[in-house]
């Protein structure tokens, strides 16, 4: 049988997927900031993440072999924020399967998204939220940027 302390064991377990990943891709949106007012110093940046780094890797193509480390990264990232969008934008459900003999209760949570029906559980969460936190170190190793949070003051 499950008890109080294990349900919160696994329901503090899914809020750290779901708040690391989230945190994460929010370190990626900065990075495109940090990008645009490099490339676009004189303008606004777009404000929804896709259009502005659509916006970023076209300038970068302009010369494709000195930038292709950031395209390809940047590229992830477009593929990996529909992702972020359906963690973002879809309830949690909550599965609960109890064993017919023991009595133990199992707790799954998941993430359905409405439109494509695509299902992320807590393994698939863990993979995405890896990816966001390599994808955020390889673009500031590539970058040369450095996390504000790490500099010497």
Known sequence: ???NNSREISESKWRDLVGGFILAFGEIEFITYRL???LFPDQK???KFRPRTIQILASLQESPKKNEAV???LTEAVGLAEKRNIVAHNPMQVQVFQHTRTG???IDHAITCRKTEEYIDDLCLKELRAQAEELVWQLY???GYIPE???LK
């Open 149 to 151: 949070a790490t500099q």
């Open 45 to 47: 940046p777009l404000e």
């Open 104 to 106: 133990q209760i199992m």
């Open 141 to 143: 190793m590539v970058l």
């Open 1 to 3: 049988m499950e008890t």
């Open 71 to 73: 395209i390809q990264l």
């Open 36 to 38: 645009w007012n490099d």
